[in-house]
């Protein structure tokens, strides 16, 4: 199956999903003997503290951990559909496949009600109608999928306070988890996509219809369309609405101004929640009629919009620059798109004789407590629950479970809820377990070098080399795992910044790295430059002042770069080509 040519170029220029490599080197070796560590102990003083063990699936795909309180018919369902849609999107957007650098877990909720327990703790009446999250950080994410409910009552301020029979929408898991892996493989983009691109995106990728031989996208259903129970009831029927294309959830409805829609915050009720949202409809009508609408004519325009956006402020003027119409005339231009969908969507086509390949099958079995404890605990801290989260990870930790990766989480939990003695205890613990998480050896190093800046090792206080070499330790190995952090970076400059040894040309090559992973981060510049300077490699410290001085976001930064500035020499005039010399004058001699 050939992927589109032409519709994705923009994604191309705006994706930055991927991962770069890093190699592992350790500049300094830790000591060889290594103390018992003494983990900390609970006592449980009330019966409520420790709820009784859950029973929950757990599984492996690409990319993914699995967790599921569904059926195991439930849960293989919604996986297997997960890694058709992943494929299918593959194939027609081919930079939608890259390797997360954020660890991602699915969790899916199919009883109980445990779906509610996930939802943000500040959260809004729109936020009451949700059946999915994407919860993330910069170092760990989640994707929770309410497979239990099939009806959503679509709460809202307005029918609260007009005391409005609301019947509900139906909604469809399956289409709700695709949702949340666009929003997933876009909102990992630096700089960060608009919300309204996101969304638009996700509501067409979403209802892809996937056959074993055909992936069509954009497809709109008919507005004169009814549902089932309409038909049989003669039109008349109450019941709940279905999750409708925009063109059926548009129809009568006030749209918002364009500047309105353009400028939602991604993390307004209306972005986090696209369900019976006009703002995520609108945004799909507008992203489709782009892409798709009047014979695909609109992509070029679309093109150069978005491209534009990465390096300039949204404007109306921009705007029109692009379309030939402000944002008054484009709403009307969506309104007519709404009312009157004229498009042409693709459709991708295997060749004769193939078809699109099954997924692989994937095992799922019993959970451990300590999977349960770690997976939902980190979910549950994304969402704003602490208390929770900790109980979540402490039961099966006081029930006896030691893995090393709930260890690394419970270590950062209680480095979150200011607890650092007990926080290094475990943290100490999951590194010598090699458990495997980037910040748990970065906030591990932190405390190292806290406590070595208390009781440094050196005559004129600066770190010894054992202490330098006990900080650097798990800043190495924070680095060879993913995801790229600046503040590893920043830690290891501030580290040979403190130390009594002089680093080497070698030594600082790590902070060139961190430089090209985050050349924005002026701090990490400024770092960089400093200690290039302190060595004497002043060619490459004014290279990197010139980048800090083009790059500060205030006057203060750019004062601290001008003050480096001026410590270095000045740079070298340019070498110009000699000047030719001077001809001899001709030897002219006059006749006798």
């Known amino acids: 199956m050939k992927p589109p040519a032409r519709h994705w170029v923009l994604l191309a220029a705006l994706g930055g999903l991927g991962v770069v490599a890093l190699p592992a080197q350790p500049a300094l070796r830790e000591a060889a003997q290594e103390p018992a560590i003494e983990l900390p102990t609970y006592t449980v003083t009330d019966s409520r503290e420790l709820p009784p063990p859950e029973k929950w699936l757990y599984g492996r795909i690409e990319g993914f951990e699995i967790l599921s309180n569904a059926s195991e018919k439930s849960t293989q369902g919604l996986v297997r559909n997960l890694q058709r849609f992943a494929f299918a999107l593959d194939l027609v957007w081919p930079i939608s496949h890259r390797q997360s650098t954020v660890p991602v877990s699915l969790i899916i909720c199919g009883r109980g009600g445990k779906f509610d327990v996930f939802k943000p703790a500040e959260r809004t009446e729109a936020d009451l109608a949700m059946a999915s999250i994407q919860l993330r950080s910069r170092e760990v994410a989640a994707i929770v999928v309410d497979a239990e409910a099939r009806v959503i009552n679509l709460v809202t301020p307005d029918s609260l306070t007009a005391g409005v029979d609301d019947p509900g929408m139906e909604v469809d898991a399956y289409q709700q988890l695709n ?114 609408g009047d014979n695909n004519r609109h992509q070029k325009a679309f093109v150069t919009f978005v491209t534009r956006l990465g390096r300039e402020p949204l404007t109306e003027q921009l705007f029109k620059e692009c379309f030939n119409l402000d944002y008054r005339q484009m709403g009307i231009a969506i309104r007519g798109y709404i009312d009157f969908t004229a498009y042409k969507s693709p459709q991708f086509r295997a ?19 300590a999977e349960i404890g770690r997976i939902t605990g980190d979910a549950l801290h994304l969402a704003g629950h602490d208390a929770a989260a900790h109980l979540a990870m402490i039961a099966p930790y006081i029930r006896g479970e030691r893995d090393p990766q709930l260890l690394a989480a419970l270590g950062l939990q209680e480095h979150a809820m200011g607890d650092d003695g007990r926080a290094r205890k475990f943290l100490e613990a999951a590194a010598r377990a090699k458990a495997v998480r980037a910040t748990a050896y970065l906030e591990l190093a932190r405390l190292r070098l806290a406590e070595a800046a208390a009781q440094p090792g050196a005559p004129d206080g600066r770190l010894s080399e054992k202490q330098t070499a006990a900080v650097l330790g798990p800043l190495f190995t924070a680095r060879s795992e993913p995801p790229a952090l600046p503040e590893v970076y920043d830690t290891v400059a501030e580290v040979w910044d403190r130390t009594a040894a002089t680093p080497t040309p070698e030594n600082l090559a790590v902070l060139d790295e961190g430089v090209r992973h985050f050349p924005l981060d002026a701090t990490l510049v400024y770092r960089d430059a400093a200690l290039k300077t302190k060595i004497g490699l002043t060619a490459q410290a004014a290279a990197l002042v010139d980048h800090g001085l083009r790059l500060a976001p205030d006057p203060a930064t750019r004062g601290k770069f001008e003050a480096l500035r001026a410590k270095l020499p000045p740079p070298a005039p340019p070498v110009l080509p000699a000047a030719p010399a001077t001809p001899p004058a001709p030897d002219v001699r006059l006749p006798r």
């Open 179 to 292: 949702r949340e892996y666009v929003h997933f493989l876009l909102n990992g983009a630096q700089p960060p996509l608009p919300p309204w691109f996101v969304e638009g995106l996700a509501q067409i990728f979403m209802k892809m219809d996937v056959t074993r031989t055909t992936i069509t996208v954009g497809k709109i259903e008919d507005p004169n369309m009814v549902s089932a129970e309409e038909a049989m009831s003669g039109g008349e029927f109450k019941g709940p609405e279905w999750d409708r294309d925009f063109n059926g959830a548009l129809k009568g409805r006030r749209l918002l101004p364009m500047a309105e829609m353009f400028a939602m915050p991604a993390d307004a009720p209306e972005a986090r929640n696209a369900i019976g949202s006009t703002w995520a409809k609108q945004c799909y009508a507008f992203v489709h009629w782009c892409l798709y």
């Open 351 to 369: 060749k004769k004789g193939q078809q699109i390949p099954e997924p692989p099958p994937f095992e799922l079995r019993e959970a451990t407590q």
